[in-house]
């Protein structure tokens, strides 16, 4: 795990798998009103959840209603705004993205339906999404999204977006 104090240099970005914070962000269909940082939604990406981060100088209006309404109060859905994101929407499971241009886009469901909570994608599917609480991950205060790449001189913690190599059963 990524020290709070620690950046991940993600191969993609929105990231959608790899090393992250030891702290999940909370994942019970919050809807975050700001951006948050990538490392601790990662982890709740391991646990089995999906996030919708959408760009927020493009999508506002009934196409931001139409996604919350897709996680608002649904377990293991998480969204935020992602500033700087190179298509309006973006959906991320553990190893799986999709980018989109519409908030009407079917495809949206159908990604929710298929990949939120399926064990055979996600590390550790099922594990909590409950609020962890200050201290730990504040769902009212969450860490910030820093849109800066990492790098010195803070510590280096490389991962690859790939799902998990075999683990034995475990």
Request: proline share 14%; hydrophobic share 30%.
């Amino acid at each position: 795990h990524a020290r709070p104090d620690q950046r991940v240099a993600y191969d993609l970005s929105p990231p959608m798998g790899g090393a992250h914070d030891q702290f999940w962000a909370a994942c019970t269909g919050v809807v975050y009103p700001r951006a948050v940082r990538s490392e601790n939604l990662v982890h709740s990406l391991e646990h089995g959840a999906v996030w919708i981060a959408y760009n927020p100088d493009q999508v506002s209006g009934a196409a931001l209603g139409a996604l919350t309404a897709r996680v608002e109060g649904k377990p293991y859905t998480v969204m935020s705004p992602y500033p700087g994101l190179d298509r309006p929407i973006s959906l991320q499971s553990w190893g799986h993205q999709l980018r989109l241009d519409t908030a009407d886009d079917p495809r949206i469901d159908q990604f929710i339906a298929a990949l939120r909570t399926n064990r055979y994608t996600h590390p550790e599917s099922g594990a909590s999404c409950q609020a962890l609480g200050p201290g730990e991950f504040d769902q009212d205060n969450p860490p910030p999204f820093d849109p800066t790449p990492p790098g010195p001189p803070g510590p280096k913690v490389l991962a690859v977006n790939a799902p998990p190599q075999d683990r034995g059963g475990k």
